[in-house]
């Protein structure tokens, strides 16, 4: 099976801190996401990466970058948080080989800036 | 554009009452895919069925079946004999032309005992 971990449950910061959240996958997938997830608003792409230190914006992109220097490993950066980016982050993966391969979440990261 | 509805935020039912959760869907392309998620309350947000927009056959396992209708851009997901297990978000999840997925804003289902 698939796995996919988030390096935090759980994670509080305040206002203008730098904050990373990491993301690894052990499946050797191309294609790696990181969505936002708020109340109403459902799964909002923020920033996908469809092989190494190759990374496209999705339709949030703002206030957010991204890293891929690893296959395995896609890391989500808050350049200065902001309260407006309290929310529930998801990090997927999925194959290549065909673009509409089911992806594969981690169990998120809920992140609450104060 | 692309777009997914899920018009049902919420819904509530009693243990082994069947429930339908509606997914309408917007695309111009002939070629694409569907997606159902399940969004447990432990957060991971797992695969349940994929459709390619080829396929019209209804798909059942289990308690579970798939209703696709090209005619009125609908994917429907019925659980029969509803469980507490099933209380869940539900998502679906259109795909077409880019590694993006659209997804709707979820339904809530809410299985009572």
């Known amino acids: 099976d698939v796995k996919v971990t988030q390096s935090s449950r759980y994670l509080v910061k305040r206002t203008g801190e730098k904050v990373f959240l990491e993301c690894v996958q052990d499946?050797?997938?191309?294609?790696m996401f990181w969505y936002r997830q708020d109340p109403g608003l459902g799964l909002r792409l923020i920033y996908f990466s469809y092989d190494v230190k190759m990374k496209e914006k999705g339709d949030i992109p703002e206030g957010y970058s991204v890293s891929r220097e690893k296959k395995e490993r896609f890391s989500l950066i808050l350049e200065s948080a902001s309260t407006n980016q309290t929310s529930m982050y998801l990090c997927?993966?999925?194959?290549?080989?065909?673009?509409?391969?089911?992806?594969?979440f981690g169990d998120g990261t809920r992140l609450s800036i104060l | 554009a692309q777009k997914v509805t899920q018009a049902q935020t919420e819904i509530s039912v009693v243990e082994k009452e069947d429930v339908t959760l509606d997914c309408v869907y917007e695309t111009r392309d002939t070629t694409y895919y569907l997606f159902w998620y399940k969004q447990p309350p432990s957060g991971e947000l797992v695969f349940l069925i994929r459709?390619?927009?080829?396929?019209?056959q209804n798909e059942i396992s289990g308690r579970y079946s798939w209703n696709f209708q090209k005619s009125t851009s609908s994917f429907n997901f019925t659980i029969t004999a509803s469980q507490v297990v099933d209380s869940a978000v539900y998502f679906c999840a259109l795909s077409s032309g880019t590694y993006k997925y659209i997804f709707g804003t979820g339904t809530r289902l809410k299985v009572l005992a």
């Open positions: 459709r390619n927009s080829f396929d019209e």
């Open positions: 997927a993966s999925s194959l290549v080989t065909d673009s509409h391969q089911p992806q594969h």
């Open positions: 499946m050797d997938h191309e294609n």
